[in-house]
């Protein structure tokens, strides 16, 4: 204290700012993410791919053998198949950045997904699901073709199968990438991602197909069906250490809302002669007359904001 009486005022605190503190993650205990949601994550990426190769690299073989389909029109629906599964992912991108997440959607997706293998199960167990067994050339007259019941439940588990793959196919990359801060762990969980996309594949592509083939389509299908539930399974294990980022919106929907504002304003008149006004709206108070009273301004036609 002065003489005078008067209190000289506390020390000004610092507001420079430790960069080497910044450099250093803070050890919270709370914290999400990380290499800890690694092993929850490829568990649902192999479950996944295994389910989706399993039911439909060998589609083109169970629907000549099994519901007697011309070998054309198998493969005309194989194709067709292979290019929704390869669409899809668009609009499951477009869900997942826009309006919920990628969490909720990979695993309502994957659910979906183990549905499908149900539904496939049950074509394959269930004689009344699919039409009478037929050998070409044994005498006994034309193949009996499938019922549209029995060719509907089929296309069911093909549709939750495509649903399945717009929703996780791909978001699960993207949501691997969301529990990791630097770009260099980003990058291996992006390596991993696609190890085990094509791992998946190939261990379908043999093993299930050969017990398909060989063995028997009802044992290759649930295989299949046990794979996603184990996949499943393990990503709502992890759902606690999940980093779920708020949702950041989707460019498609900006590109959807000018699309749509152009086609309802196709009708408006457009000034023909003299400078074209692009901008035109209400103005604020404070930028020039309120004759409404009301904070706001009829502002006329101009080439700026």
Request: include cysteine; charge should be neutral; proline fraction near 6%.
């Amino acid at each position: 204290m002065e003489a005078n009486g008067t209190q000289e005022p506390p020390p000004r605190r610092s507001l420079g700012v430790d960069h080497e503190s910044l450099q250093q993650p803070q050890s919270d205990p709370k914290r999400k993410g990380g290499w800890i949601t690694f092993p929850f994550l490829g568990v649902a990426m192999m479950g996944l791919g295994v389910a989706t190769s399993g039911a439909l690299n060998n589609l083109v073989v169970y629907l000549i053998k099994e519901y007697n389909v011309p070998s054309v029109d198998a493969a005309q629906i194989s194709n067709i198949v292979a290019g929704c599964l390869s669409l899809a992912p668009v609009a499951g991108a477009i869900v997942a950045d826009a309006f919920f997440g990628c969490y909720p959607v990979v695993a309502v997706s994957m659910a979906f997904s183990t549905l499908s293998l149900v539904v496939f199960t049950l074509t394959a167990s269930l004689r009344g699901l699919r039409p009478a067994p037929c050998q070409p050339g044994d005498g006994a007259g034309p193949c009996q073709p499938a019922s549209a019941g029995q060719m509907a439940a089929l296309y069911a588990g093909v549709f939750l199968m495509c649903v399945s793959a717009a929703g996780s196919r791909f978001n699960q990359a993207t949501m691997g990438a969301d529990q990791f801060d630097d770009p260099a762990d980003r990058d291996v969980l992006f390596n991993w991602f696609f190890i085990f996309f094509y791992a998946s594949s190939v261990l379908a592509s043999t093993v299930i197909v050969y017990v398909q083939d060989t063995v028997s389509w009802t044992l290759g299908f649930g295989v299949s069906g046990a794979a996603s539930v184990v996949g499943l399974a393990a990503l709502l294990a992890g759902a606690r250490y999940y980093r779920r980022p708020a949702v950041r919106g989707s460019p498609f929907t900006g590109l959807a809302r000018v699309a749509v504002a152009a086609a309802r304003k196709r009708k408006v008149n457009v000034a023909t002669s003299g400078e074209l006004k692009f901008y035109h709206g209400p103005r604020r108070s404070g930028d020039g007359d309120d004759k409404a009273g009301n904070g706001e301004t009829d502002q006329a036609p101009s080439d700026s904001f």
